[in-house]
């Protein structure tokens, strides 16, 4: 079974559209993260949640809004996409916040806006 | 404010050589850090981590890293390489700045380049 799953793998979609990834975890983790890796391969957070509850929102465009129905889900909604969006965005997750856990992460979303 | 550097962009070994992928760190108190590798086209995998105690940490697939407390370093290394090990690598620290969010703080990434 895949720990940190994400759906789809990849997502090619026109400027302007609107867009969802979506993240589960089966591994009873706590807290969940966004990531995004841009084309130089650099990887900076975006978003985390502690139980449902956002705790990490960096500077990140209101264009952008996660969603955690529950624990072991948080979702990524992407409203008028746009080219500079294009990236790979992976999902993560960690026993625990703060502490000496490593976290898990999915296989992650190719998004290619055209 | 926590960081990580990895000052080499490219690194190649001959199949068979030492491998030795170079990590420096800032933080305010004591650090909680980490290696990942990503494959081509794939997720992250986490291959170790020093959280306290013995300096020299084994990890997966024969991979060790040294913490070096006076020089704020974490090289990652590996006795003989294998052109399977060609891959990007990751060093990272974890976040005790404000907040305390806990969220990983990425180095640039190195590229390792095994030549058979």
């Known amino acids: 079974d895949t720990a940190v799953s994400q759906t789809p793998k990849y997502l090619v979609t026109q400027m302007g559209n609107d867009k969802s990834i979506k993240c589960e975890q089966n591994l009873g983790h706590d807290t969940m993260y966004w990531y995004k890796q841009d084309s130089k391969k650099f990887l900076k957070i975006m978003f985390s949640y502690n139980n449902k509850e956002l705790i990490i929102n960096e500077t990140v465009p209101n264009r952008f809004s996660p969603k955690s129905p529950d624990k072991a889900h948080l979702n990524l909604h992407i409203n008028s996409l746009e080219l500079g969006d294009s990236a790979v965005y992976f999902c993560?997750?960690?026993?625990?916040?703060?502490?000496?856990?490593?976290?898990?992460f999915g296989q992650g979303t190719r998004l290619t806006v055209v | 404010a926590q960081s990580v550097a990895q000052p080499e962009d490219q690194v190649n070994v001959a199949e068979g050589n030492p491998l030795t992928v170079k990590c420096t760190y800032s933080v305010s108190g004591n650090p909680y850090l980490f290696w990942y590798v990503q494959y081509p086209n794939r997720g992250l995998q986490f291959l170790l981590k020093y959280i306290t105690g013995d300096n020299l940490v084994k990890g997966s697939y024969g991979f060790e890293a040294e913490f070096n407390k006076s020089q704020t370093s974490f090289h990652l290394k590996k006795p003989s390489a294998l052109v399977s090990d060609s891959a990007l690598y990751f060093c990272a620290v974890r976040d005790y700045g404000s907040g305390n969010t806990g969220k990983l703080i990425f180095g640039q990434g190195t590229t390792l380049q095994v030549k058979p």
């Open positions: 993560a997750s960690s026993q625990e916040r703060r502490g000496s856990t490593e976290a898990f």
